[in-house]
């Protein structure tokens, strides 16, 4: 570091590569800095002289960031992100614990995780305010690598956690299949025929996503045939509204589920199956500390958890005494 900085290294060096690692052109990232494309091409070749290599490359009528740049890019924006949360902490220790967590989710936990300890926390100190941004799993992990979100519940492929990620694993996600509240097979008492769910077409998400290659290899290896699709969505919203106004049946985290149920909504099928998608949990950054309003929301979440999870042994146990 002793190095760099004897050598020129400045803050607006490092937001310079930062958001070239966003942009592919170096107008695009002097106009996310507000600067003049000339002083942006100025910090460009002054990295240049203090790295002692190529931040970039032309290309076409871009830019692509060399090995170098990447790596230093990359580094910049990690340094950009705890000068950030610094100001941030101070901040919040000065006037106890206030200030914006970001989080973000996908669906399921949003709803059975997140907005229970966004409640409580509310409760705890009013002066938290709180950004959730409900995205897949794909969209979150790079969102809290840059430092867009404070924390994350989703999934972490096992290439990611080299990517400068954290895991902490909380539960599976089970799924529910909903059809509107008039819909033939919502009549149905007792357990719907596994033949009946196939007469029906339906709403599932995307053939890349994991509920998606979750129930099709859940009902392959049951020698089930694979669902009728009537439409693809990525939206929880969408496929609720799919199920209401159409004769279809939509697969939706458990979760999402029993809330529209519990208002009428929606009618949740007994099936002769359960489906639960691969373990969620917490994404974070791995050289960040969380500032105090984040870490208290973050442990909030993991007590709800473990609350819930008391409570389901608990009601199993009873189930096996009554047994």
Partial sequence: M???LARGLKMNHLRLAAALSR???LSDAALRLGLAQPA???LASEIHQILGTPLFERHG???KLTEAGRAFAARAQRILNEIDDADREVSEIASGVHGTVRIGSVTGPAIEMVIPAVRTARELSEGIRVDVEVATSNQLGPMVRNGALDFALGRLPADELSRNLTYCSLAKEP???IVGKDHPLAKI????ENADLFEWKWILPPQNSILARTIDGAFRDMGLPQPDRLVSTSSALMSLAFAGET???AAVARPVAEHFAARGQVHILRTRFSISVEEFGIITRADAQLPPAA???CDLVKRHKTKKWAGQEKRANAMRMAL
């Fill in 40 to 42: 942006a091409s100025r």
């Fill in 175 to 177: 799924v529910s299949f």
């Fill in 295 to 297: 870490q208290m929301i």
């Fill in 61 to 63: 009528r871009g830019i």
């Fill in 189 to 192: 008492e007792g357990k719907v």
């Fill in 2 to 4: 002793e190095r760099l």
């Fill in 247 to 249: 004769d279809s049946i």
């Fill in 23 to 25: 942009e592919e052109k």
